[in-house]
Structure formats: C-alpha cells, structure tokens
T-cell receptor, first 113, second 111 residues
Framework: DAGVIQSPRHEVTEMGQEVTLRCKPI?????LFWYRQTMMRGLELLIY????????DSGMPEDRFSAKMPNASFSTLKIQPSEPRDSAVYFC???????????FGSGTQLSVL | RKEVEQDPGPFNVPEGATVAFNCTYS??????FFWYRQDCRKEPKLLMS???SGNEDGRFTAQLNRASQYISLLIRDSKLSDSATYLC????????????FGTGTKLQVIP
C-alpha cells in the first residue's frame, strides 16, 4: 500500500501568489482530512471530507483557503493569495469508514516569503 | 475548555526510566481514544488505540479514566528512540467525525 501521498514536499512562494497542495488518499478510504501544523497552534483541522463531500470546513481560516475533492483519489487545498502567516506544514490524512484511525501523508512544508 | 489538553513538556527522562503523561478530554461521550507519535519533521503515526479501560503493547500502556476524563500513556524502560511528541485524540463519535488533536507532549530520552 502506497499510503497517503502529498505533493509537493516543500513549497516556497512569495506573498500574494497562489499555492496548491495536493493529496492522494489511501485507496478505499472514505474520509480525507486537511490539517495545518505550526509550533504555536499545534495540529489544526482545516476541513474534512466524507465520500468526496466537504463535511466540516469550520477550521478553514479565511476565504483565501479553499479545498476540493473532485474524486475519491484526489484532493487539493488552495491558498489564494498566500500570506507569510500561512507558513506551516500542511498534512493530509485519510481514514476508513469509521474515521477512527488516521493515516497521514508526509506533509507539505509551505514557506511564504 | 479545549476538546483535548496535554502538557506540552518537554519530559526529559534518562534511558531505562518509566515515564507517563496524561491527556484530558472534554466530551464525556467519547468512546475511543488514540495515541499518535510524531517524530521531528515527520507526520503523526498511530501508536495505540484505547477503547475501554486500557491497552498494553510491549513497553507501552494506555489507560482510560472515564470518571476524570483523561487517558494516560505509560512508557516503561525508555529507549532513545522513544524521543518524539505524543499526541492524543478522542475518536470520532457516530455521525460526527471531526478529529481534533491535542497539542502533544514532547518526550526526550537522554543517554
């Protein structure tokens, strides 16, 4: 099993640019989660999907953030425009039907200059 | 009150020592709990599940105290390789799958 795959591993961009993070969940998993991790705030849940449908996006910080899941094997998290305070590690995780045990991707280290 | 609270540490312990840390949760309806381990600059990985009173796996023991609403993680005979951040999280409740992690407890095992 390939596990959860995220890309890119590292992203460095300038303030104001659009950033797109990508995630491929484990095949057969019904749930997909996007988290953001910083030293100050820890691991924050941004949004989660069930069967490709966004269920709870209350953690999305601002309208600059958007997430999509067009099919069961792909999701994107977009930031437009990006700001320095968006710098963090963004993790994608997937889980089977009971959402009890999460499997994380390796994360995307985002730096907005 | 936060959904999950943990002492951030760090807990600095010598090799071979026994160390324990707690995690308190606010939702008394939570039925399951999980401990994840996160190494520096890596993703969290599931360490243990707790569904009833407790669970033991080798040197690791997780216990649940429903009356006081906390779970604990006990590590015996600490190894250098146990150095990591340990995150706790209540499992999803039926129909509500928002999985919220604690901030984690950092453990440093010293030679």
């Amino acid at each position: 099993d390939a596990g959860v795959i995220q890309s890119p591993r590292h992203e460095v961009t300038e303030m104001g640019q659009e950033v797109t993070l990508r995630c491929k969940p484990i095949s057969g998993h019904d749930y997909l989660f996007w988290y953001r991790q910083t030293m100050m705030r820890g691991l924050e849940l941004l949004i989660y999907f069930n069967n490709n449908v966004p269920i709870d996006d209350s953690g999305m910080p601002e309208d600059r953030f958007s997430a999509k899941m067009p099919n069961a094997s792909f999701s994107t998290l977009k930031i437009q425009p990006s700001e320095p305070r968006d710098s963090a590690v963004y993790f994608c995780a997937s889980s089977s039907h009971d959402a009890e045990k999460l499997f994380f991707g390796s994360g995307t280290q985002l730096s907005v200059l | 009150r936060k959904e999950v609270e943990q002492d951030p540490g760090p807990f600095n312990v010598p090799e071979g020592a026994t160390v324990a840390f707690n995690c308190t949760y606010s939702n008394s309806a939570s039925q399951s709990f999980f401990w994840y381990r996160q190494d520096c600059r890596k993703e969290p990985k599931l360490l243990m599940s707790v569904y009833s009173s407790g669970n033991e796996d080798g040197r690791f023991t997780a216990q649940l105290n429903r009356a006081s609403q906390y779970i604990s993680l006990l590590i015996r005979d600490s190894k250098l390789s146990d150095s990591a951040t340990y995150l706790c999280v209540p499992g999803a409740l039926g129909g509500y799958q928002k999985v919220t992690f604690g901030t984690g407890t950092k453990l440093q095992v010293i030679p």
